[in-house]
């Protein structure tokens, strides 16, 4: 996996974008000038083993501005999921705070970033922000009228499954705090490529022992803007796709006397998370 420039150690937000064959939609103007305005907000974009231009579009990109955009480069295509999950890997190994990620045809547009990470600065208990494309008033929500159909379909689905009401999982706009709980939520590979999103909430709930399904840690945030974007290679017949790997999902972590979630290097996330070395900290101090 090639490696493109260095961040510093900080606590600015990150964003993973990850990009397959996105030459001909990435909106690099924008991804430029949302930079030059903002000191807090650094980019990793993942390439996701691309068969057409977006490996050098994203190395001059970067090249530009290797301060604040990083670039990965997955030799093979591995899917949006396990591309997003090598980027958090990748910013959870810099210490940064807050990780997101974001869908490179910007969809959802970059200024809600600063929206989404004030309601973690704000409000401890919460450890998962989520886009939320509900068409309220005032709101420019640009859906497919199919795909919203089956969107709605698939929520009031995945509710059930959770156990919880939630308006939208699909959503490409997701940020999170660095936890002992994020690190362990992608450690492992996830077992879906198109709803991987429930599947992380699903490891949350376990790892969190919410059998309440309170879900105090999570957060929905409606969105201003978003706008469906030609050439996504979503397609309608893939909802059934969905609904299986749904069902998958409740078998392997919702389902009453589902086995725990359990990373295989989980004594070691812990142990270097923040907390516990803080903890090792005063004790040394106290010796």
Not at 117 to 138: A, P, T, Y
Not at 145 to 173: E, N, Y
Not at 229 to 242: K, M, N, P, V
Not at 261 to 285: F, G, H, M, T, V
Request: net charge negative.
């Amino acid at each position: 996996m090639a490696q493109l420039s260095v961040f510093p150690l900080a606590s600015e937000t990150v964003i993973v974008i990850p990009c397959y064959n996105e030459a001909d939609r990435l909106p690099v103007a924008s991804f430029e000038a949302y930079v030059a305005l903002t000191d807090r907000v650094r980019f990793i974009f993942v390439n996701d083993g691309s068969t057409d231009e977006t490996s050098s579009l994203l190395n001059e990109l970067v090249s530009r501005n290797p301060k604040r955009l990083e670039y990965l480069d997955l030799e093979e295509n591995c899917g949006k999921a396990e591309a997003i999950r090598r980027g958090f890997l990748h910013a959870i190994e810099k210490d940064f705070e807050v990780i997101g990620f974001w869908d490179a045809d910007l969809s959802t547009p970059l200024q809600p970033i600063e929206n989404f990470r004030s309601v973690l600065d704000l409000h401890e208990s919460i450890e998962m922000v989520v886009g939320s494309r509900i068409s309220l008033l005032g709101r420019d929500i640009q859906r497919n009228p199919v795909r919203r159909a089956l969107g709605k379909l698939f929520a009031t689905t995945a509710s059930m499954a959770l156990g919880f009401r939630i308006h939208d999982t699909q959503c490409g706009a997701k940020m999170f705090r660095v936890t002992p709980h994020l690190k362990e939520v992608f450690a492992e590979p996830f077992s879906s490529k198109w709803i991987f999103d429930v599947e992380l909430i699903a490891r949350y709930i376990q790892l969190l022992n919410q059998s309440d399904r309170q879900m105090n840690f999570i957060y929905e945030q409606p969105l201003d803007q978003w706008k469906e974007i030609d050439g996504s290679r979503l397609q309608s017949q893939d909802f059934l796709t969905a609904v299986l790997d749904l069902a998958n999902i409740y078998w392997r972590h919702l389902r009453p006397g589902a086995r725990p979630y359990i990373s295989a290097n989980r004594d070691e996330l812990i142990s270097d998370s923040p907390a516990a070395k803080s903890n090792q900290a005063n004790e040394s101090r106290a010796a």
